[in-house]
């Protein structure tokens, strides 16, 4: 793997993790609001979501192509 | 009860917890639309048994009984993977949890997200290549001995009966609750149900039983969803309007308090769903039933994909749908002015309400479809766990032929099933929703970190890994007990010993201390013959190569 492909992957996951802490900071905030934020706080539990689903599914994407040992991908 | 009480319930009940307490509630009150119910839970029953019986024919060795032959495909793997960890309670509880105002939900369906994700990278490749049949065997290719055999076999067995005493339990409360049988006959039917798969085709039938499953949830999840956003001319934005309206007529401005104040409890749940979902053992054995290592992977990617989309349509459409269109129907409400059967029961009503009693009874079934394809997991991992790691290894040394393994793996699966019917008999109306907690928190704990140390820690030693296995497998049980939920709602004393509700955030990291603590001062830290296994397991685990039978490197 070439240093620049390296470094843009790393660059990529410390992206995904920012993404994903602020995902679930936003998440544990609206949990641990009132009954009533269910309700007016949900598109931001909505966004907070996708915001967790891509950080988490683009990581498992990202990393796991490469199958040590082999060329083999996961297409 | 008081209100914290309440919200814990509710909160646990996204796993299975409070059902038995919404069918004592109101036992038999949903029961009238029992008839369709129950001809669709007899369809299930049929296509079910049927595919035991298939895949009884299709089982010679024990290999394929305890793995399917490692003939799964990553595709149908995937699928059986979410079918095993969306639990009937996930269906329910989690739109129970947002009907009833709790914002935990979004906890429980962001967690196990990452839970796939630590699956995908550093669990699912070196569990493929390094295991056989349970998690057990990867860490006693690293550290051989009886203890760790022992500890290994008690872990799994910790978790998997106290997810499945809460299955069972709730399983009966739902069929109480939706055709009006008795407890014990609903946990003796569920129970004989799993039985028969698991004795009749193994992780065979257990698969396809969970494939099935899953699918009948993603569809049914898919339709609900349709015919709810049909109501409001797919507008999302009309939809919490509409629930938006019927909450604050509920629960008017001031909205209540919520039973996570704490950030510690938070965190904690947190930390409990994601990790302990990469140490549950019944998704665990999952990734020996695939051919190789990248169908291992493309197993989790299909699982994180379909309990993602699921969990979105669950939460953001289908709860709130609930919440706009169930909500203060005066025909749905008991005498106290409460929901019939509970929050839990909201998705059924939905149903109801979307679609009348048809699609009420479509749902009913695939709920309890989803009931039995877990509790034929469980009973898969609790089996293994007995037969493999305690009979055959510990007890018989490892000399047993084919025939005995599956033998053995059938009386201990007979063993389970009497335990499960028996607890969930005497566990009935208690509170099981701990039982859930002290699964995950005990997964999170105790497996976790045993396993992913003896993957990854050229450092740990055999001292260490059963220390550090032993602190958090008791620790985080103690920490439970201790904590609000038994020590004060259960045991009646007036301040718990340890005051969150949720202690992985401390049980899981004094695991990893304690194993790195101990093998630190080890004598045997840094040994030489150690480190060249390690070596050896750590490029093995990182080789690909299809299905095969691992040897010890000792």
Known sequence: MSLVNRNLRRSLLAFCTAVYAAGMITIIEVARGSPLRVITDVKYALAAYCCVVISCIGSMLLFSRRVAGSSETIS | MNRFSMSLGVTLGII???????????????AGHGSIALSMFAVIVFITIAVSFWAARHV???????????????LQNGLAISGDFMSASTFLGVVGLVFAGNGEAVIYIASPILGLALLLLYVAEPLRNLGQYTVTQVI??????????VFGALSTLTVTLFYLIAQMVGAAALLQILVGIPNSAAVVLVAGLMMLYVLLGGMLATTWVQIIKAVLLVGCVLLLS??????????????????????????????????????????????????????LPHLLIRFFTVPNAVEARRSVLTAAFIIAGVFLLMVFVLAYAAIAFVQNRPELLDAKGHLQGGANMAVIHLAGVLGGEVLLGVVAAVTFATILAVVAGLTMAGAGALANDLYVQVLRGGSVGDTAQVRSFRIATVLVTAAAIAFGIVFEGQSIAYMVSLAFTVAASANFPVLILAIYWKGLTRRGVLMGGWVGLIGSVLLIVAGPAIWVGVL???QPLFPYAYPALASMPLAFLTAWMVSRFDPRYADPAAQRTFAELSRRAQEHRPASIPTPVH
């Open chain 2, 16 to 30: 299975i917890g409070d059902l038995p307490l919404t069918a004592r509630a109101s036992n038999g009150q949903i």
């Open chain 2, 60 to 74: 010679r060795s024990a290999h394929d009984f305890y793995t399917a032959g490692s003939r799964i495909s990553g």
């Open chain 2, 140 to 149: 006693s290719l690293r550290f051989e001995g009886r203890a760790i055999r």
């Open chain 2, 226 to 279: 349709a015919i709810a956003l049909g109501h409001v001319g797919f507008d999302l934005s009309r939809l919490y309007e509409l629930a938006s309206h019927q909450i604050l007529a509920t629960q008017g401005a001031s909205g209540g308090s919520s039973a996570l104040a704490s950030p510690f409890s938070a965190l904690s749940l947190g930390v409990a769903m994601s990790f302990g979902m990469a140490g």
């Open chain 2, 492 to 494: 009646g004393h007036p």
